[in-house]
């Protein structure tokens, strides 16, 4: 037998280790410098054209040495952030990160692991942030939750299983059309805009999705609630899920979560807060009232890459049912079996939600809780609303300006 033809040794390693970790050391220290001097900057500055043009550049065909490709990105990229890090930075309700979520991101990266599932550290320690946040919002220890990308698919993910449980049919086996009547959810008229998004994706439309009026202090009206839902089941439709806002987008208003609870219970609806802005709340010592009933839901989304300061992105949906989340999404293909020892005897997290690849999220959450404690997130967030409150009072005495909502819960 003749023997194939070798072809030259070829890989992705660094043709000199020893020049990729000088490199490395200064990436590492010019990363350093880079968050610890974020002040000396602006937030944000405009791009100049020279600089956007080297965006346009064709495919690369051949390899360039590790530090000009760095130098590149020094120029062209870390000289224009976004500027959510910046403690000036007033433009959106986002998160500002942590240098050691930012060092968690870069070990998660080397690891490398596939948090789809199986028995390895990156899964037991993803567990644990679960059970964290579980703890966090009050829910037992049997309730199950996911990381996600987000709140947005976070959100989607827990009205998906407020369908399913409350179509009265198997939706995953027949679809939607099989219900017997249109479904109905309930907001405020100030819901964010990733739930409409979700139940147009969910099958329902967005004609599923009633908006109710809010109060003065733009949370939901309760009387009005109960009118549509009354309304909406003489209609011949089958209300199904009630959705709270733990701090909306426009003003940082929450709806009275007690209230919305004892009313889903008395309605037979499924009982989803968003609160993607403002469940964390709950850690908050001199805020935390703010929040109450968020133990009482269904299911919660909310945002570690929000006021716990984890780097984007994490998201996170949790369900109070344990078995929810796996009746909703989990399958159980050939190469995926489990087994009963070695690499495949461990939990499958891709069952409890759409992918199947999952980055190692939970590491930036885990590293950044261990290192400052979850009371320092609390006090950190305390401070955020007096700050909000010491604004609104300088607004209010301005002669020209006018407070044009109650002082947000969430900044």
Known sequence: MNDLPMAPAESLDPAD???????????????????????????????????????DGPLPRTPLPLADVYEEVVHSVMAYPMGNVHPRFW?????????????ADFLAAVQGSNLGGGSHAAVLLENQVIAWCNEIVGFPATANGTLVSGGSMANLM???????IKAGVDVRTLGVAAIARPLRFYSSDQV??????????????????????????????????RSAIAEDRAAGFQPACLIGNAGT??????????????????????FHVDGCIGAL???APKNAHRVAGLQRADSVA???????????????????????????????????????????????????????????????????????????????????????????GLISAHRQLEVAAPPPAAV
């Open 17 to 55: 280790w020893t020049e990729v970790a000088e490199l490395s050391h200064r990436i590492i220290d010019d990363a350093i410098a880079h968050s610890r001097d974020v002040r000396k900057r602006p937030p944000w500055q405009e791009m100049p054209e020279q600089v956007r043009q080297g965006f």
């Open 91 to 103: 433009a959106w309700f986002m998160g500002s990160g942590n240098f050691t979520g930012a060092l």
């Open 158 to 164: 827990g009205l998906a299983v407020a369908r399913n």
């Open 192 to 225: 964010h805009d990733c739930h409409r998004k979700a139940l147009e994706a969910l099958g329902l439309g967005n004609c599923s999705l009633r908006r109710i009026p809010t109060d003065c202090d733009f949370r939901i009206n309760i009387a009005a609630l």
């Open 249 to 270: 987008v426009n003003t940082g208003a929450i709806d009275d979560l007690e209230a919305l609870a004892t009313l889903a219970r008395q309605e037979d609806l499924w």
């Open 281 to 283: 709340l709950a850690i």
């Open 302 to 392: 909310l945002d570690p890459h929000k006021w716990l300061h984890a780097p984007f992105d994490v998201g996170c949906v949790l369900v109070r049912a344990g078995t929810a989340l796996q009746d909703s999404f989990a399958t159980a293909p050939e190469y995926l079996e489990s087994t009963q020892r070695g690499l495949a005897s461990g939990r499958w997290l891709h069952e409890s939600g759409l992918q199947t690849s999952r980055a190692f999220r939970a590491l930036k959450v885990w590293m950044a809780l261990k290192q400052h404690g979850i009371e320092r997130f609390g006090r950190l967030i305390d401070r955020n609303i007096d700050q909000a409150q010491y604004l609104a």
